[in-house]
């Protein structure tokens, strides 16, 4: 098990489209350990491959306050989306903002799971939104693209910023 190293925006490798996964072998079981440790360790409730510079369409999520409901979804596409949900965002690729984002309310995801096995999930909440945030990450795509411009380019000045100074005093 690893904890791996999160990129944090704007790095561009974020901007990655992932390509699907097409076996589902033990090596990427060791993948999925250490996304689920680098994302319990975070703490976050969701992290994409992509995150961890893997480009591979696969994700890991739990929600659930004692942190005993670990999803992963492998290739995952969404069949449905129905109703608006509005949720103050976070993300480990843009640590300390919150944003309210719209996203779908209720999706029906199709995907694999560890064992490869083909899953249909329907779900709706906080696992429909961070579902919807990681496939993102897989398209290259975060929430901060939802906000104005005027936000974003703030956003990554500070995040710049203190990456600068962390740099000075390190
Ligand atoms: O930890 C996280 N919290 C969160 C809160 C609201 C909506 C989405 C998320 S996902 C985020 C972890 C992360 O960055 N996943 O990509
Ligand atoms: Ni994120």
Same mark, same amino acid.
């Given at each position: 098990m690893a904890i791996l190293k999160i990129l944090e925006f704007p $790095?561009?490798?974020l901007r990655t489209h992932a390509t @699907?996964?097409?076996v589902v072998d033990d090596g990427l079981r060791v993948l999925i350990d $250490?996304?689920?440790?680098t994302m319990?360790?975070? @703490?976050?409730?969701?992290?994409a491959?992509?995150?961890?510079d893997v480009h591979k369409r696969l994700l890991v999520t739990d929600v659930s306050v004692d942190k005993d409901a670990p999803y992963v979804l492998i290739n995952p596409e969404i069949l449905e989306k129905d109703g608006v949900i509005v949720t103050d965002e976070g993300c480990l690729s843009v640590p300390g903002?919150?944003?309210?984002?719209?996203r779908a309310e209720h999706i029906k995801v199709r995907f694999l799971d560890r064992d490869g096995a083909e899953i249909e999930l329907e779900t709706e909440g906080l696992l429909a939104v961070c579902i919807q945030h990681e496939i993102d990450h897989l398209?290259?795509?975060l929430f901060v693209d939802y906000l104005s411009e005027a936000k974003r380019l703030r956003i990554r000045k500070k995040l710049e910023k203190e990456r600068r100074q962390a740099a000075v005093v390190a």
């Open positions: $790095d561009p490798r @699907p996964v097409a $250490d996304l689920f440790e319990y360790a975070a @703490p976050g409730i969701g992290l491959a992509t995150q961890v903002y919150y944003e309210e984002v719209e398209n290259g795509r």
